[in-house]
């Protein structure tokens, strides 16, 4: 069974950082930041309560987790953890999260 599931916004989330960080920092620094935010979407997958609630920027049902300056917004349950966006962290979360 699949750890964790993308919504299509946080696959445009990711194709987009990809983009980003390849032109500003170069290749390596993009896979190596999209490596890592993979590796934590397996952890959460894994022990989808590691993250946590952050009542002031939404009161939906989602638990959030950092990874670098991004921050993984996801659906604890039903198994597996859907992951609904992958922000950064400048960016105004809680008008993209509405």
Known sequence: MKRFVLTKPAEDDLHQ?????AERA???????????IRLAM????????????????TNRPVKFWAVFSFLIVYAPSPPPVRVMRV?????DVERLLS
Not at 17 to 21: P, S, V, W
Not at 87 to 91: K, P, Y
């Open 17 to 21: 950082i990809k983009n980003y960080l």
């Open 26 to 36: 170069g290749p390596t620094i993009a896979r190596r930041v999209l490596k890592e």
């Open 87 to 91: 922000l950064h962290g400048a960016q």
């Open 42 to 57: 397996d952890l959460l997958g894994d022990q989808p309560d590691l993250g946590h609630s952050r009542e002031n920027l």
